[in-house]
């Protein structure tokens, strides 16, 4: 039973030791590449525009 638990918490270090240097990689590759922030901005505004543009054309509709 001894042997299982520590094989259990061998993996779990292993686990998360890999979780942890994904996650750095993650962090490396946004901040080497900036332009994805500048893109998800633009994106955001050009989905709220779009929000915004079918609200208006739902109340011309609903008015009609």
Do not use: C, W
């Amino acid at each position: 039973m001894r042997s299982i638990l520590e094989f259990i918490s061998d993996q779990a270090v292993g686990v998360s030791i890999a979780l942890a240097i994904a996650t750095l990689i993650a962090i490396g590759q946004r901040i080497d590449h900036p332009e994805t922030d500048a893109l998800q901005r633009s994106a955001d505004i050009d989905n709220q525009l779009a929000a915004e543009f079918a609200a208006q054309s739902a109340l011309v509709a609903s008015k009609d």
